[in-house]
């Protein structure tokens, strides 16, 4: 007998007991809180002795599968399998209710098989949220029936799991002797490998700052990959906020032999608009061709793509290759290869969005995986997105217009619990104390009407009605979870539209549980300091590691000067036009070349460059457009050729201030007048306060840091190789400050001279 391989029922019953087409329009559902309470408030229903998450684990041959019941009525011999829903309960769909029974009969069996039984009792029950009201299915099923259909699941899994289990082991052993791809490290990369190595052994959370050009990715990649075997560890989540990142993690897979001398499978997950072939079609058998009996043609488009990863990785143009010759939509080819794959590249939402796939499959399944998370320094202001929701009276009014007559009644209801709300908050900002109790109500209405109307009427809801239903329901879940980690707000434009938020300030608490799931979280950057603000908004584990990796570059690399003579806050701005015009062309004078000039915003930007040509013809000067399109983001970084001369006009934070690289003569300098600092307004304001409260540090938390850490991953783009040599302009006095220069990177040697110049002028 090979080796064991273990299931859990509802993998099993996924795996062998789906059929028919892809149909999304049983959605949206409960949410998970809503699923808990509703599974609370039916087992609540049921006598002293109902037993709840009953333990059951049978075994088929080498297959071990493992489950928990959702409950168990000893007095009627009846076991349980409970579903929450919203709406008509005929809108479940047939194949749903295939998958549902598939499920029930095997904790039947395993049940029969723990306790002797020669028959027992089943049902599948229907909650519907929004009335309370339960559906029951019930049937008797003989003990031999029960397992012969047992018999018949796991026979059509084991061939399956078999090629899994050979899979893993020749996984395994080819990881136990991996070798690093190039000769040796580079400075610094052994140091961050070496930390990343520790964390996932001993099973410990990692915060890396580690600087741009030591190679982080293949760097952090290559240790955990080592980890794997000795750890047993089943999945590498690789993670990151953009599309190069993803890019580089790739490649650093297929540098390391991936889908070729190693047998790694490694996906690349890629958004739905993205991905879909059919973007003008309903996901759905009656609408989408790749939607229509896809589960029918899963299994083989399936093992073509495990088979596919032996030599390829299964990066988007392989997935959907994959996809189409089979007649399945490749975005969900996608989703169900994620169950199968060693290691997955994705967008941090994958596992850490409120509605996460991957952490609900590592939750679900008991994967031990461990997490990378690449230009980290993102994750506080995209977790904070994750778990923020806001709906806008205009986008109310605009879906009432065209709503069906049932449905503007509810919208109407929700536009006068709105009304009582404007009246209670009449400033043009103002923080409510609470979510308004009246508004949820209206809007749960309105969702739950929405969702009865699709379920007798199935199709596609009018565009406006559709954005809103979905804004509401995000809107309606997050309000769940309300507390200190959040504000809930109203801001008003115009007389007649406001707009409600829910604005989340400290993801930590929605955050906390996926880093305590995975085995190893290790989130890198070359900006994470400081380290507490980090673990503190993010909820990182109190024994999380810290690990600050020795720059490979020298102070001698690069020139760092403060313009401690200009002040670039906004009541001086003005003033400070002509300076860092003439301090642009002075530099460029002295050295021509490449220069990034980066601004707190366009309209500064837009300033500067009309006094440099006005006062400076001769300085070439290009400029970041506002909404560029991503030809035109390429065209402006074309333009930085080696040989080249000009400056690029730029935006801190945008697209060009992190995640490029122009080394050696492509950039040998960037002037940055500005610290960063995010605008002083209402919102912010409150931010504040919430921080100082929550942290004691309000100012820090809310503007210093993620100020600075803009201008240092700015200002990291000049020194990409240790054969760079540039300079950077920090083009404000408050750069002089001990606790702005302690937020640099330690390798860098700001010139002395021109501080102490801005120190006078401060004092004089």
Known sequence: MGPTYTVAVRALCEFTAKQGDLDLRFTPSPSAQEGIAGHAVVTSRRGASYRTELALEGSWGALQVRGRADGYDPDQNLIEEIKTHRGKFSAIPD??????????????????????LEQVNLALVYYDIGSGQETVLRETRAAADLSQLFADLCERFSAWAASEAAHRAARDAALAALRFPHPDFRPGQRQLAENVYRANTSGRCLLAQAPTGIGKTVGSLFPVLRALPQEKLDKLFFLAAKTPGRRLALDAAASLGAGKTIPLRVLELTARDKACEHPDKACHGDACPLAKGFYDRLPTARAAAAAAAESALLDRETLREVGLAHDVCPYYLGSEMARWADMVVGDYNYYFDGGAMLYALALERGWKASVLVDEAHNMVSRARSMYSAQLARADLRVARANAPEVVKKALERVGRAWTGVDKDAPAPYQLLAEVPGKLLDALQNATSTVNDFLAEFPGP?????????????????????????????????????STISIRNVVPAPFLAPRFALARSVTLFSATLSPWHYFCDLLGMPADTAWADVASPFSASQLAVHVAGGISTRYQQRAASLGPIADLVARQYLERPGNYLAFFSSFDYLEQVLAQLEQRHPEVPAWRQERRMSEPERAAFLERFVPGGQGVGFAVLGGSFGEGIDLPGERLIGAFVATLGLPQVN??????????G????????YTYLYPGMQKVVQAAGRVIRTETDRGVVWLID????????????????EVDQQVVRKADQAATG
């Open 733 to 748: 006095d408050r750069f002089a400050r001990p606790e702005v220069r302690a937020l640099l990177p330690a390798w860098w």
């Open 461 to 497: 809801l009018d565009p406006d009605l559709q954005r809103f239903h979905f804004d509401a329901l995000a809107f309606l879940r997050l309000a769940e979870s309300f507390g200190e980690h959040s504000l809930c707000d109203l801001g008003r434009s115009g007389l007649r539209d």
């Open 693 to 700: 409260a929550m942290f004691g540090a309000g100012y820090d």
């Open 682 to 691: 209402p919102v912010n304001e409150q931010l504040r306060e919430r921080m």
């Open 95 to 116: 194949n749903h209710r295939h998958l549902h029974w598939a499920q029930v009969r095997v904790y039947g069996h395993l049940l029969c098989l723990q306790l002797g």
